[in-house]
Nanobody
Framework: QVQLVESGGGSVQAGGSLSLSCVAS????????MAWFRQAPGKEREVVAC???????MYADSVKDRFTISKDNAKNTLYLQMHSLKPEDTAMYYC??????????????????WGQGTQVTVSS
């Protein structure tokens, strides 16, 4: 059974930092690209960052230079380091795994497996 379990969310003041983790199990972790998405109330789910199986990374413009995505294949774990957080970063954050078949990396349909999410709240 495939599982993606996020942790590390919480509340922080603007300018602060948080680190998210996502532990994967039940599938061949190394053969799937990974990503973080987020969804704020009343808004569509949007990609935050992704990491290819080869380790290359891509970021949404809104988080570039503030967030860092990384992974540890030995631990089947995906990470998201978030710095200089802004109130507009407030959202539920989800990790996802996919092979990007038929859809480009920012598209949620490119991902087959999803976690349940972890809440990040940034106050001004």
């Amino acid at each position: 059974q495939v599982q993606l379990v996020e942790s590390g969310g919480g509340s922080v003041q603007a300018g602060g930092s948080l680190s998210l983790s996502c532990v994967a199990s039940g599938y061949n972790y190394g053969t799937y690209h990974m990503a973080w998405f987020r969804q704020a109330p009343g808004k569509e789910r949007e990609v935050v960052a992704c990491i290819h199986t080869d380790g290359s990374t891509m970021y949404a413009d809104s988080v570039k230079d503030r967030f860092t995505i990384s992974k540890d294949n030995a631990k089947n774990t995906l990470y998201l380091q978030m710095h200089s957080l802004k109130p507009e970063d407030t959202a539920m954050y989800y990790c996802a795994a996919g092979r990007w078949v038929g859809f480009a990396w920012p598209n949620s349909r490119a991902y087959s497996y999803w976690g349940q999410g972890t809440q990040v709240t940034v106050s001004s």
